[in-house]
C-alpha cells in the first residue's frame, strides 16, 4: 500500500475514535439506524475546511456551512449509495433529542447513486440548503446508505420531493430498508447565534494531513 494511502487510513481512523457522535446516533437509532458507523470526510475546499465531527458552529462567523460540502467515502467498484442531510432539531430541539422537533426532521440535501464522492452522483432529488437554525443549537446530520441493488439501479421510494420540514425519514428509511444500508455517519452543531466571547471552533483536522506532515517534516530538518 502506497504511504499516502496509509496516512489517509491513519487519519479517517483517529477522526472516528475521537468523535463522539452518540447525541446523532440517540436520535437515529430509534429510526433502525444502528450506532457505530463508519466516519465520514467533510470539506468544504472552497475555504480550506475540513468538518470536524461533533463539533460547534454557528451560523453568522460560520458562513462555509452556506456552501454544499464535499463529502467522501471509501468505495468499491460498482458501489453506489445514497447520502442526506437532515436537522431533527427543527425549529428548536424536542427534549432529550430523541425526537425530532415540531417542524423536523427537516431535509437538507439528498443526492443519489453516488461513487464514492458528493461530486459524483446520478442524481440531486433535493438540492443543498446551509444550516439556518431559527433558535437554540441544532443537530446537522450526514447519513450515508449503500444502495444494495446498484447493479440493477434501486428503485427508491419517497426520494423525490418539494417538502423539506417534516420530511418522512423513518418512512423512507422503512420502506428503503430492502435497497438501502446505513453505512456511514458525522455530524456538527450549529447555533442560531453565537455567545458572547465565544471563539468558533477550529479543531486540528481544518489543515489537511498532508500540509501539516509535510510542516513538522521541514520542522524537524530545520533543528
Known sequence: MKPGA???LFFEAAASSSCDRSDAELYLKPLGVPSNL???????PDHGRRLHCG?????RPDRHLADAPVVTWSVLPGEKFTLLM??????????????A??????????????DGSTLRCSDTPVGYSGPAPPMGNHRYIFLLLKEKA???????????TSERGRWALDRFLTDNRDVLEPTALSFYYCGSSQPK???SFRPAEDVS???????KLRLRASH
Open 6 to 8: 496509509l496516512l489517509a
Open 38 to 44: 463508519k466516519p465520514l470526510r467533510v470539506e468544504y
Open 55 to 59: 463539533a460547534q458552529y454557528y451560523v
Open 86 to 99: 437532515v436537522d431533527p432539531d427543527a425549529p428548536d430541539r424536542h427534549a432529550d433529542g430523541s425526537k
Open 101 to 114: 422537533g415540531t417542524f423536523g426532521p427537516w431535509l437538507h440535501w439528498l443526492l443519489t447513486g453516488c
Open 150 to 160: 446498484a447493479a440493477e439501479g434501486p428503485s427508491l421510494t419517497g426520494v423525490s
Open 197 to 199: 466571547n465565544h471563539r
Open 209 to 215: 494531513p498532508g500540509r501539516e506532515l509535510r510542516r
